[in-house]
């Protein structure tokens, strides 16, 4: 167990429709990142929080959003969904790097949404 | 950007050696991580490579040598549940400070006996 939680676990909606995916981060980490893997592809990274404040984003698309609240926890919402969006999303946490330092990311077991 | 390239899939046999290579040509490299991942699970942290050399911890070590933008992942003694995804992953400073990891696509390990 990672620390790292998230929302639900898995999730089945249909093309258009809209949903938000929840993940909080372990006890002390700032950072939340988000990922979307498909099958047989690796992680794509989309978008990065730190202290609620967005801090890097990837491939992801306008139709895609995500926040960062005070108490830290994080939610990605996917709207106008399309078949192509199936795929297993993870959440991420991690401290803030300082040097040479690990900062390495510990990942929740993810959301595996398909649209229909 | 960041160009990772690893071996699509690879097979080994169960109490054997293997070695998953990763290459990468980036700039401000400050880290290369390798991650494990079972089928439909989360990836988890392996190792960390900052400086050149090997790093060992169990049946599982990591090298990396800057110079030549590569790292190898050693798996000894390997076991049937090693058979998982090897995720390589590189870490960069970005302007303003800022670090990003990339995550190559990962490596298929079959382990057979």
């Known amino acids: 167990d990672s620390g790292v939680t998230q929302t639900p676990k898995h999730l089945i909606t249909a093309t258009g429709q809209r949903v938000t995916l929840r993940c909080s981060p372990r006890s002390g980490d700032l950072s939340v990142y988000w990922y979307q893997q498909s099958l047989d592809q690796g992680l794509q990274f989309l978008i990065q929080y730190y202290n609620g404040e967005e801090r890097a984003k990837g491939n992801i698309l306008e139709r895609f959003s995500a926040q960062q609240f005070p108490d830290l926890h994080s939610e990605l919402n996917l709207s106008s969904l399309e078949l192509g969006d199936s795929a297993l999303y993870f959440c991420?946490?991690?401290?803030?790097?300082?040097?040479?330092?690990?900062?390495?990311?510990?990942f929740g077991p993810g959301t595996r949404l398909t649209v229909l | 950007g960041q160009n990772i390239d690893q071996p699509t899939e690879m097979t080994a046999t169960e109490g054997a050696i293997v070695q998953i290579n990763c290459t990468y040509q980036?700039?401000?490299?400050?880290?290369l991580f390798w991650y494990q991942q079972h089928a439909g699970e989360a990836p988890t942290f392996l190792s960390y490579?900052?400086?050149?050399g090997l790093e060992e911890k169990g049946r599982f070590s990591s090298f990396l040598s800057r110079s030549k933008g590569y790292s190898y992942l050693l798996l000894k003694e390997l076991q049937m549940k090693d058979s998982a995804s090897y995720l390589c992953a590189v870490r960069v400073r970005e302007l303003g400070g800022y670090q990003k990891v990339t995550f190559g696509i990962g490596t298929k390990l079959q382990v057979i006996p």
């Open positions: 991420a946490s991690s401290v803030v790097a300082s040097g040479n330092s690990y900062n390495e990311q510990f």
């Open positions: 490579n900052v400086l050149d």
């Open positions: 980036t700039s401000g490299f400050n880290g």
